[in-house]
C-alpha cells in the first residue's frame, strides 16, 4: 500500500515559521516521524510539499494513479481553493485532510475548508499527532476500500 503525504503552501518554512502556533519541528522532521510510522505500519509513503496550486492538483491526480490514500494539508488553500477541492472530489481514494494547529480556533477566515466536505476526514490541532493519526486513517481507510470506520474501534 502507498500514501501519498501532501503538504501545501509555507510549509517548507515549518520550525521557524510562528512556531507557538505551527510547533518547533521542521517539516522534514515531521516527515521523518511519517515515514518511521509508515515502516511500522507496512506501507510506503512519499512526502511532497509545493507552495503552487497548480502543482498540489496535480499531485493529486496523480496519487489516483499510485496511491491508495492521501494525508493532505492544503495550508491557506484551505479555505478558498476550488481548484483543489474538485481535485480532492475527483480522484476516488481517500483523503485526509491534516493541520497542525485547529482551524476552528483561529481567525474567522481559517474557520471554513473547502475541502473538508469532500474528504474523509479532517484533523487539526493536535501538531504531528494529527498527521501520524491522519496516516493511521488513510491506511485503515485505504485497508477497508474507503469504507466508514464508524464501529471499527
Known sequence: MHILILHGPNMNLLGRREP???GV???EQINEKLADLAAGLGVTITCRQSN???ELVDLLHQAAVDSQAVVFNPGAYTHYSIALRDAVAAIGI??????????HAREDFRRHSVIAPVAAGQISGLGV???L???RAAVA?????????AGTC
Open 94 to 103: 481517500p483523503v485526509i485532510e491534516v493541520h497542525l494547529s485547529n482551524i
Open 20 to 22: 507557538s502556533v505551527y
Open 141 to 149: 481507510l485505504a485497508g477497508m476500500g474507503g469504507e466508514d470506520l
Open 129 to 131: 499527532a494529527g498527521y
Open 25 to 27: 519541528l521542521s517539516l
Open 52 to 54: 503552487h496550486e497548480g
Open 133 to 135: 493519526a491522519a496516516l
